[in-house]
């Protein structure tokens, strides 16, 4: 077991992180109940069905979305998120395996526990990667395709 607790005293300010005019929109009640999380227990999933190799097109996040809320993952939100981003050193070393894995230069984890709105309405979500030995976090637009890296 790897247990990390997760701060829920102070509240991420998307404004400060972020920058700009941004709101949260939406966020999985489920994952914002969890004080503490066995690293070891989180599920990787792409969401892709067999033979697919992206989820493309006007509505991919959606999609997507909607695979995750029907499988029944809790989806973990930006409280998750900002603990191990300033925990790096307790990202299992796994999730780094995953893209190399999986065939891609880098691969991202993403924390859809909690959605943002940017100030033109867009749906955002907020990732981790890993690139050559270093961790860095971004800021990715759900209606992007959405591969087997992620």
């Known amino acids: 077991m790897d247990i990390i607790q997760i701060d829920r005293s102070k509240k991420f300010d998307p404004n400060q992180f972020l920058g700009g005019k941004w709101k949260i929109k939406e966020e999985d009640a489920r994952s914002l109940a969890l004080t503490e999380i066995d690293l070891s227990q989180i599920q990787l999933v792409t969401m892709l069905k ?25 989806r973990l939100d930006v409280e998750v998120f ?61 209606d992007g395709r959405w591969g087997g890296s992620n």
């Open 50 to 74: 067999p033979g697919e190799t992206s989820i493309a097109g006007d509505n991919a996040g959606t999609e997507r979305f909607m695979r995750l809320k029907e499988a029944g993952y809790i």
């Open 82 to 142: 900002l603990t191990l981003w300033e925990n790096k050193h307790r990202i299992p070393g796994l999730w780094k395996e995953v893209g190399r894995v999986n065939r891609n230069s880098h691969h991202c984890i993403y924390f859809d526990g909690t959605i943002f709105e940017n100030p033109q309405g867009n749906s955002y979500v907020l990732s981790l990667f890993e690139s050559s030995g270093q961790w860095y976090h971004h800021c990715c637009w759900l």
